[in-house]
């Protein structure tokens, strides 16, 4: 099954080579970038955890981030219409990406408290250039990749990403496990900021590109189905997020009009709100849990990691199946129904074997939701004004991220992380029955 995986598919048209070269460098972009989601990014959470962080700095993570998306995804958008895409890509990564060395030295320069809330900062900061990076980067993909090929090519880069990062955390958890927390953390973000300097690289060679050369109709008709999402620098590595129809951003003004929002899709957006609202509450807790609750070494989480991600590619290879059999609604709902597991299973976890079953369920039902959601936003949205539906999904979904994570973090602080957990399981379910509901 895994050289399957690895091999790309056989397909009868021949390959121009023009395209041959693009593609090979985009699978290198993204088995890099795998090593900073599965060393830096996987581990960022669980090494503030262990310094002392509270739930709020936690939940900061994520919710900064948002907060930057909701202020700058728009203008950036406009900005980007205008200019050279590939090298706008090249150096919004280069002004995002160079920050990870801070998070080398950071652990011999600085006592605890310091760390945590530089570490923050950090992540803030490279989230401004990062927006222009994630938005930037999908318009590049849509125009370096035509449209005929980009089922292979997204399927090719997600299966190279889920491999990279389930080796890299495995092999970051071993490191950690046998090396003091200082050195280990050191080495662990030092091979983080060597897969991002590699992986920009890459896109320094895609610098030519530029949406003139975009092969596909005005309007949005499908998602690039590509999960990497290049601008994020959040905890937990491969977060939880979609990347659907960014590129809207990059199709003039006037995207956000109320009026896209009447009738079903208003219903649809509001559903996949509480969706993600959902899916960020617990977000900050399991950190916390894991460390302080359950004592697990970094080897023991990222153990976890590992599953979740494995479980996320082997349930990618039988997406387009179900989804034809189900239909992406169904397929959507039923991934956020089973993703309410993951906190609830966690909230009861007694030992490492429950946590790698809950991983392996958790992954399964993310690989649900990753493979379908964007279809399903696509097919209800209105065909004449895709660009301001799936703006209006956008920005809906960093509201959700920056009002989850927050909320999360206060719910942790007042009534306990297990009750935190139970409340965003909960709350996971009812998402997925009203996404099942609300047509």
Known sequence: MWASVLRTRHDDRAMPADLRAIFVRLYWDIAWFGIVAGSSQAFLGVYVARLGATPLQLGL???GPALV?????????????ARPVGRAVFWSAVWSRIHFLWWVFLPVLMDSQAQIWSYVALVLVMTVPGTLLAVGFNALYAAAVPLEWRAQVAGTRNALLALVYVVTSLVSGLILNHMPLTLGYQIIFAMGFVGAVMSTYQLWCLRHVTTAAIREPEKIRSSIGDLARPGDVRMMGLTLRTNVGLRAFTRGAHLLRLGVLRGSYG?????????HFAQYLPLPVFPLFWVGHLHFSDWEIGLGTAAFHGMVLVGSLYMARLAHAWGNRKLTALGALLLSSYPLL??????LTVYIITSLLGGGAWAMVAGALGN?????????????????????LNAAILSGSLLGSALAGWIGLVPALLVGALLRGLSGLAIWRWR
């Open 61 to 63: 993570l994520s919710a």
């Open 69 to 81: 998306g909701l202020a700058f995804t728009l203008p950036v958008g406009h900005w980007l219409a």
């Open 267 to 275: 219903r649809i957006v509001a559903a996949l709100f509480v969706f």
């Open 346 to 351: 966690t909230a009861f976890t007694p030992n």
């Open 376 to 396: 399903y936003m696509l097919e209800r949205a209105p065909e004449a004004d895709r660009p301001a539906a799936l703006a209006w999904y956008n920005l809906a």
